[in-house]
């Protein structure tokens, strides 16, 4: 069974900024995408950043120019520095790994991990 645990969240004024971490243990054949996405009270949860297995990046317009996503192959981490931080980007943040273990397909979501931006 393989586990995500995230850290980095916290409290920040606007203008700050965070990184949060996520690091996946476990069984894991291959990964297709490591991601981040966040969830605000009364909203949907909504993608922030993914990387793919090649190395392709998708962002969220909100965040562009603002947040990194990067990964640690050796250690099935994901990254994401957080600059320029808003009020509108607090929110619970949810790191999710897409991956193989031998031929069956899995979606697994860490536990989420509160930042809260003051304005």
């Known amino acids: 069974q393989v586990q995500l645990v995230e850290s980095g969240g916290g409290l920040v004024q606007a203008g700050g900024s965070l990184r949060l971490s996520c690091a996946a243990s476990?069984?894991?054949?291959?990964?297709?995408?490591m991601g981040w996405y966040r969830q605000a009270p009364g909203k949907q949860r909504e993608l922030v950043a993914l990387?793919?297995?090649?190395?392709?990046?998708n962002y969220a317009d909100s965040v562009k120019g603002r947040f990194t996503i990067s990964r640690d192959n050796a250690q099935n981490a994901v990254y994401l520095q957080m600059n320029s931080l808003k009020p509108e980007d607090t929110a619970v943040y949810y790191c999710?790994?897409?991956?193989?273990?031998?031929?069956?397909?899995?979606?697994?979501w860490g536990q989420g991990t509160q930042v809260t931006v003051s304005s």
């Open positions: 999710k790994l897409s991956y193989w273990s031998s031929i069956k397909f899995y979606e697994n």
């Open positions: 990387i793919r297995s090649g190395g392709s990046l």
């Open positions: 476990g069984s894991i054949f291959r990964i297709d995408a």
